[in-house]
């Protein structure tokens, strides 16, 4: 449901809570490994992302805020190439991290649906938009994956 009506934000707060796992096919033709190296470039991935090619590791992201560029040319072969995208929840990748700290830093607004205890926000420790922890002007939606192309 639309989270800027009534109620509706609390019902949409799973995809928060939720890893996602984006999956897409790269064709790889003889001419385009006869290069030097191929970049895979993503200008916006939000945030704890892993991306695999072909079940090998090619980066491992942890701040939406930046650019993630790295040569998979040795990651590929000719014909069908598997690109994964494994984005990890935030909350569910901190919280124990920020529980088992003495103090923790402040963040900007505790949530209203029990995700995490008063004062004991993930927001400080991540590198993405805080708005998407609530803000007075707008609905906590927390939300991962790609953003940019």
Avoid: C
Wanted: glycine share 6%; proline share 8%; no cysteine.
């Amino acid at each position: 449901p639309d989270p800027f009506l009534a109620t509706n934000e609390a019902a949409i707060q799973w995809v928060g809570r939720t890893d996602w796992l984006y999956r897409r096919t790269l064709q790889v033709t003889p001419a385009m490994l006869a290069r030097d190296h191929l970049d895979l470039v993503f200008d916006g991935l939000d945030t704890f992302a892993t991306v695999t090619i072909n079940g090998r590791r090619a980066i491992v992201a942890d701040n939406a805020h930046r650019r993630w560029r790295t040569d998979i040319k040795p990651l590929l072969n000719v014909g069908a190439n598997e690109i994964l995208i494994t984005f990890a929840a935030p909350i569910k990748t901190l919280q124990p991290m920020v529980l088992a700290q003495k103090a923790s830093l402040p963040g900007e607004y505790d949530s209203a649906f029990g995700d995490e205890p008063k004062g004991r926000q993930t927001s400080p420790y991540i590198r993405k938009p805080k708005y998407h922890y609530g803000w007075d002007w707008g609905p906590r939606i927390l939300n991962v994956g790609l953003w940019r192309p």
